[in-house]
Every structure is written in C-alpha cells, then in structure tokens.
C-alpha cells in the first residue's frame, strides 16, 4: 500500500523509499503495467521493439521467474514488488549482455534459490547506495562476472559465478581479472562483465514514480466507469 501526503490540492502517493523494501512490514506493491513502463523507460525500449520485450519477460515469468507459486495465467493478477523488481533488473541487464534467455533463468533460480541470502543482501547494499546519495558514489554497489566464459558455460550447461564489490573496490578488482594468465587452475579468461547495480536501481525507481501515478489514475478511471454502468443498470429497474 502506498503512503499519500497532501500537496497543494491533490494527493500524490509517495513511494517508499529503497530503505523501507526490506523489511516483512513492507506492503507496497503495483500491477504490470506500472512495472513494464517503467523498464521500458529505464532501459529505453524504442516503442517498436516494446512488444517484443514484453513477451521476452512474459515468457520468462511463465517458465518460473518468480518461482513456481507467481507464474501468471493462474487467474489471480500478478503483483510486483521488491522482490519481483529486483528480479526484473537483474534479468535485464543479463538480456543487455546479450546472455541467452535460458542462461537468464538458471541463473535466477541458482541466486534466488541456494544463494538467496548473498543476492538480497547484494541488492539490499545497492539499494542503501540509492538512499545516500543521487549520483555514484564509492559505496555504490557494482555487480560482476569475472573471468566469465559465457560460450563455454553454454556448451556445458554451466551458469557464470556472480558476484558483487563497491565502485571503489572495482578498480582492484579489474586489475586482477585482466591479469589472469592463460594457464589459470582454474580456467578463467582475463575477461569480465560488470554494471552499477546502484545507477540501474536509481533509474528504475526514477521511472517508477510516474508509471505507479498513471497506473492508479487508469485504475480509478475503472472504478467510475464500473460505477457509472451500474448506476445506470439500477435507474433502468
């Protein structure tokens, strides 16, 4: 649910901030159409492809994306909250690697499952990030794939080892993954796939706001035409 404060003639609902998503107590939550509007803005979906990624996610959310128990088409209406956005951001920022669907999804269910914990605290920094300061900072939270092997792990039906450091630390951390020398113990190639979880989240809950706004405004617009019809159902009798 959301919180409303009262401006100078309207109510406007104020989302909650990044810092209150963790706890149980945290209720907010919005319909798809909130949610995909807003990844269309921070992802900037060119409005001829937007089809195209919502099916891409859709397909991913029937095959389990949110677990077995939110699959859509069940006749009960989705809700998104912390937990489904931080999937869907993560997901995205995997498709803008251009890793494969399938790849994309045993890798949710590796980090939302065994390693549940690693990844909401991994996302739970990122969104502390977001509460100090607007622009990047050094405690920013950067999330990473060192010496990953993304065809190879293909091959083999194997998913990249993720994992997280602050901005201030990625320097280090880059140095050491193009040090990585071709006869690695463990087979790594001095390569790495990385992105500012921080910067992402701050887009996305920029774009949010309003896509939340239009969602309730839709919804109540609902409500009154439903009102409308069935008053005018009862003045007919």
Known sequence: MSKYTLPARRLVPELPKPSDWKGPEM???????????????TYRIPAKAVGAFRSR???LQKAGLFGSKNRPGKGVALRYGPDQFHRLIFVCELF?????????????KLLW?????????????????????????PDDVILHMGGVHLMV???SDAVPNVNSCLLSELPDNVAKWMSIKHNDPNGLPPRALVTNLSMRL??????????????LRAERAGKQRKRGRTASKQTKQ
């Open 27 to 41: 209720k907010f939550d919005c319909g798809l159409a909130a949610t995909e509007a807003a990844l269309v803005q």
């Open 57 to 59: 996610l859709g397909a």
């Open 96 to 108: 803008e690697f251009g890793i494969a669907p399938s790849v994309v999804l045993s890798l949710v």
């Open 113 to 137: 499952g065994r390693r549940l914990q690693e990844i909401q605290e991994i996302f739970s920094d990122a969104e502390d990030a977001v509460v100090r300061h607007e622009d990047a900072g």
């Open 153 to 155: 792990d293909g091959f």
């Open 202 to 215: 701050r887009a996305f809950h920029t774009a949010l706001g309003p896509a939340y706004m239009d969602e």
